[in-house]
């Protein structure tokens, strides 16, 4: 009987691509080249059986130099491991020429599998319940008999993770959260009802009530949030369809069309429901069932980018989950893993006191002022040189050109979706990665389409301004200092500065770039957004729209609104800041804002 070929593995599902990108468009790279993993080879076992009369030896030696003459080689598609040499046992005469074959072509030092073992029919074995096969995966092994006799497999003790020294604290301080904006994806976490896909001004989310959930940490991805609760708990909601939340949303049910619904949909007694997935639009727990933690960890800090979450440890660790996207698709987690959508243990970063996430890349800082990056280095956003025979180095942890010594290192970061931000004990503000509008605040060659800058450089402008927040967006960042100012550069071409057209045309060419129909494009300068009434404290941006929290207690917006992600509750673009005012805010002191791809929450503290 010819040998069976094995069944072909099926190919891996490929990830869903974000069908709701960023409004922004990166600088072109590289081809990314896929690399398809191999399949996992298949063992043949062998059972010993009691030992052969002499005359069976004679014929299995006779039917044995018959078969070896006769035999063809046929190729395989899985590959069948040597079996190891055992004592000759009582079977069918056809096995038993097959052993002998199998062990003739050892002696002769061949590199030929022993493929006739594999099939030969099933050994005799007196007085023993006969083995039965069982396909686990791609591989197919052979249970043991109820009776057998073999000795045990001995236990492998598992290493259990230790916990460190504790060098965090999490926030205590629980919040009311206020979310506006597009939620057709989730990322707004109102829940199935059609009053939660586009919110024009600030609703606060009654499912996560502070007296009830009691949020402490908030961050927004592209499409999806992270949150983290009083009692140590990851919340997720929003897009999932490249593992950014950390837990299974599968769902039997299926969107619906919200605008062609017929007379019957449209009665007075339709169901309030938007048609999304319940698992996603919900905020729910990060599944830790798989991932090993130390015991009694907590959890400190969270950050997003677009497909990706990450979360920091009282003892300095990092955990993460999702993937990092490049111009061509999906890059990967990690060298080994395209995507992964359960947390894990993100190594060789220890004693890491702050995480932040820009569109595909993370930096991290540890207790003695050195910044790790990681993740998609194509806009060179993680401070080091990636090459294209070499790029998934990028995707593990590693230091760069920043200062580290004790009088000087670095004591906060921050990023843009493809640019990079840290502050030194001096108070000097680097910038680096993509700068084809600036966004870096080095002027050098800000309106190039393939400005880069390299290593982490000076902003020069930003010298003695003491700044306490900065944050970059798609194309443009901005800051505020101590004194109170709010200082914005780089794209401006949709509102993203925040300053009257008018008014930035005035700064003039040292400051300005401007098109080819003399209108302002780029402001190159780190320049001040005058209409805010108050002293900026923490400032919020994202694709091209940004948000400012005031001492006062009060947010001001701008930028494109198209989703109203301004919160303003109109969808053209708010050229000017503005202050966001509704019901729901305008008794209330805030004190945080995040901003997502098409959405923006703030928070403020509960009572």
């Known amino acids: 009987m010819p040998p069976k070929r094995a069944a072909s593995k099926a190919a891996a599902p490929v990830a869903k691509a974000n069908t709701k990108a960023k409004l922004t468009k990166p600088a072109p790279t590289t081809e990314t080249k ?93 007085a ?60 707004l976490g109102l829940g199935t ?23 402490v940490q908030i961050e927004a991805g592209g499409m999806h949030v992270v ?74 800090q969270v950050t997003a980018g677009d497909s990706c979450t990450f979360a920091l440890t009282d003892d300095g660790r990092v955990y993460g989950w999702g993937t990092f996207r490049g111009n061509e698709g999906i890059f990967g987690f ?20 702050k995480i932040t996430a820009g569109a595909n890349h993370v930096l991290a800082l540890d207790s003695n002022g050195s910044v790790f990056a990681w993740g998609s280095g194509q806009q060179n956003q993680l401070g080091r040189r990636i090459v294209e025979r070499t790029k998934l180095e990028g995707l593990k942890p590693r230091e760069f050109g920043l200062p580290k010594s004790k009088k000087n290192h670095i004591v906060d970061i921050a990023t843009g979706s493809y640019h990079s931000f840290a502050i030194d004990m001096a108070g000097n503000v680097y ?54 100012d709010c200082l914005v550069w780089g794209r401006m071409d949709s509102a993203q500065s925040g300053i009257e057209v008018d008014d930035v045309t005035a700064l003039g060419e040292d400051v300005v770039i401007f098109d080819e129909k003399s209108k302002p494009r780029i402001i190159k300068v780190p320049t001040k957004v005058t209409a805010i009434d108050g002293a900026a404290s923490v400032v919020a941006s994202s694709s091209d729209h940004s948000v400012v929290i005031t001492k006062e207690g009060r947010a001001w917006s701008w930028g494109f609104s198209a989703n109203y992600q301004t919160g303003q509750g109109t969808t053209e ?35």
């Open 34 to 126: 896929t690399e398809t993993a191999k399949p996992k080879a298949t063992r043949a076992t062998t059972e010993p059986a009691p030992k052969k009369s002499p005359a069976e030896t004679m014929i299995s030696k006779a039917e044995t130099t018959t078969k070896a003459d006769n035999t063809t080689t046929t190729k395989k598609t899985s590959t069948t491991g040597t079996s190891k040499k055992a004592a000759p046992k009582k079977t069918t005469t056809k096995a038993s020429a097959t052993a002998a074959a199998t062990a003739t072509a050892a002696k002769k030092g061949t590199k030929r599998k022993a493929e006739d073992d594999a099939s030969a029919p099933p050994a005799k074995k007196p």
């Open 431 to 484: 910038g680096w990665g993509l700068n084809n509008f600036g966004e870096t605040g080095i002027p050098d060659n800000a309106g190039q389409d393939d400005a880069l800058i390299l290593k982490p450089k000076i902003i020069e402008a930003l010298r003695g301004k003491n700044v306490i927040s900065i944050q970059g967006g798609g194309h443009h960042s901005l800051c505020a200092t101590a004194d109170g």
């Open 573 to 607: 673009d708010v050229e000017e800041a503005t202050m966001i005012e509704n019901t729901a805010t305008r008794d209330v002191r805030l004190n945080f804002a995040t901003t997502g791809g098409q959405f923006s929450i703030v928070t403020s503290s509960a009572l």
């Open 334 to 353: 990690d060298p080994q893993t395209e995507v992964a959508r359960l947390p894990r243990l993100v190594p060789d970063l220890k004693k890491i006191t």
């Open 193 to 215: 009802s059609k009053k939660a896909i586009d919110v024009k001004r600030p609703r606060l989310n009654p499912a996560l009530a502070a007296d009830k959930v009691g949020v």
């Open 128 to 187: 023993a319940k006969k083995a039965t096969l069982t396909t686990t995966s791609a591989r197919t092994k052979r249970e043991a008999p109820d009776d057998a006799d073999e000795a045990p497999a001995p236990v492998k003790k598992t290493k259990v993770m230790k916990k460190n020294a504790v060098i965090n604290r999490a926030p205590a301080q629980k919040l009311n959260v206020f979310v506006f904006g597009e939620g057709t994806a989730g990322e």
């Open 227 to 300: 949150a983290l609760t009083h009692d140590n708990k990851l919340l997720t909601w929003g897009v999932n369809d490249q593992g950014a939340l950390g837990r299974d949303t599968t769902w039997d049910g299926g969107l619906k069309d919200m605008k062609d619904g017929d007379a019957e949909e449209d009665s007075d007694d339709e169901v309030d429901d938007n048609g999304l997935n319940p698992k996603e639009c919900n905020p729910a727990e990060v599944d830790f069932s798989k991932t090993e933690l130390a015991e009694d960890t907590r959890w400190v």
